[in-house]
Every structure is written in structure tokens, then in C-alpha cells.
């Protein structure tokens, strides 16, 4: 157990939907990271905070959005989905960027 | 485009066997980090490599960095069934911290009693 929660664990919904995915960081730490699995792009940064702050972007379509509450919990709110999307979305924490980063079991998403 | 490449893709062998995983890359990497990923879990940190030419061991798993910092490798003595799983390398880019950790295709292990 890393000690980063995820909600829900699995998810069905159909295409055009809008969805919420949910992280409680381990406690103590301030960073939070949201990662897509699939299988053929890998594992893709998504997007990071700090202490609720939005720090640093990856691969994250416009249809994505994610924010860090002041209690550190970070959602990441997908929309209008597309089948693609179809993935395992994983959050992860640490303590501050530069420091160890601690995956959750992730969110499995399938938009059928 | 997929910067760092690892293969093999995927390896099934005996307990007890040896293996190498290699991680390339074109670019250089501060520094470099192996994950391992089970099923139903995100993936867990086994090691850090920071310096051209490092190698670092773990019982029976053994991590080098390659001399110019684009490549590295990962090889596992006497296999075991626990070493089951989904290997991930994972580079850091110069100046830009662990948040933009770029990951490796990855390579499924099966190591069959």
C-alpha cells in the first residue's frame, strides 16, 4: 500500500460523457501527479501540482482538466470522452518535486 | 515519439534463469528510474541512477547507467516468480524534475516456476 488513494477503481461510461477521477495523497505530501497508462502510448505524464498550485504539464488534452484543493486532494476531470480514452489513470505523490514519487493503484476507465 | 525504448517487450523463462532488460534512448537523462509494476497496482520504485557508468544492486537485481547517461540495463540473476511483472524504465530530463519522469515502453516478465 503506497498510501495514495484513488477513487473509483473502475469506471464505465459512454461516449460524450464527462467524468471525475479523485486522489488523496499520502500524507505529508505536497505534490500530485496524474499519469494515463495505455497500451500503446505507455505511461504519459499528465499534469502535476504543488501545494495546489498547477507546476508542470505533459501530454494533457484540452479536454482534461485537474485541480489540487487546499486538503491536497487533487481531482482530474475528463470530458466529452472519446473511446481512447478508454486507459488506467494513475495519480502519484511526494513530499516536493525531486523527491520520491509514490503511485497509486490507478483508476480504471473504459468509455464504451 | 517514444523516447525511451526498452526491450525485450516481453520475456517468459524458468525460475532460475538469468535476464537483461535494456532501456535506450538518443537522449541524455540526469538520471534514470526502474519501476516495477504488478498487476492491479501502480508502478513501485526499485532504483535511482544518477551517474554515467553507476551501477547499483538490489539482491538479485542488478542496475547500470549506461556511460553517457541515454541507456541503461537491468539484469536479474536466478529469477523467481515474485520477480513477475511489468518493468518500467523512466528518465528524468535535465532541468525539469521528477514531474516530467519519461517512461519506457516497458517489458512484461513471466518467470514460471
Known amino acids: 500500500d503506497s498510501g495514495v488513494t484513488q477513487t473509483p477503481k473502475h469506471l464505465i461510461t459512454a461516449t460524450g460523457q464527462r467524468v471525475t477521477l479523485r486522489c488523496s495523497p499520502r500524507?505529508?505530501?505536497?505534490?500530485v501527479y496524474w499519469y494515463q497508462q495505455s497500451l500503446d502510448q505507455g505511461l504519459q505524464f499528465l499534469i502535476q501540482?504543488?501545494?495546489?498550485?498547477?507546476?508542470a504539464k505533459g501530454n494533457i488534452l484540452e479536454r482534461f482538466s485537474a485541480q489540487q484543493f487546499p486538503d491536497l486532494h487533487s481531482e482530474l476531470n475528463l470530458s466529452s470522452l472519446e473511446l481512447g480514452d478508454s486507459a488506467l489513470y494513475f495519480c502519484a505523490s511526494s513530499v516536493s518535486a525531486g523527491n520520491t514519487i509514490y503511485f497509486g493503484e490507478g483508476s480504471w476507465l473504459t468509455v464504451v | 515519439t517514444q523516447l525511451l525504448e526498452q526491450s525485450p517487450q516481453f520475456l517468459s523463462i524458468q525460475e532460475g534463469e538469468n535476464l537483461t532488460v535494456y532501456c535506450n534512448s538518443s537522449?541524455?537523462?540526469?538520471?534514470l528510474q526502474w519501476y516495477r509494476q504488478e498487476p492491479g497496482e501502480g508502478p513501485v520504485l526499485l532504483v535511482t541512477v544518477v551517474t554515467g557508468g553507476e551501477v547499483k544492486k538490489l539482491k538479485r537485481l542488478t542496475f547500470q547507467f549506461g556511460d553517457a547517461r541515454k541507456d541503461s540495463s537491468l539484469h536479474i540473476t536466478a529469477a523467481q516468480p515474485g520477480d513477475t511483472g511489468l518493468y518500467l524504465c523512466a528518465g528524468e530530463r535535465a532541468n525539469t524534475g521528477f514531474q516530467k519522469l519519461v517512461f519506457g515502453t516497458g517489458t512484461r516478465l513471466l518467470v514460471s516456476p
Open positions: 500524507s505529508g505530501d505536497l505534490s
Open positions: 501540482y504543488y501545494n495546489g498550485e498547477e507546476r
Open positions: 537522449s541524455v537523462f540526469s538520471s
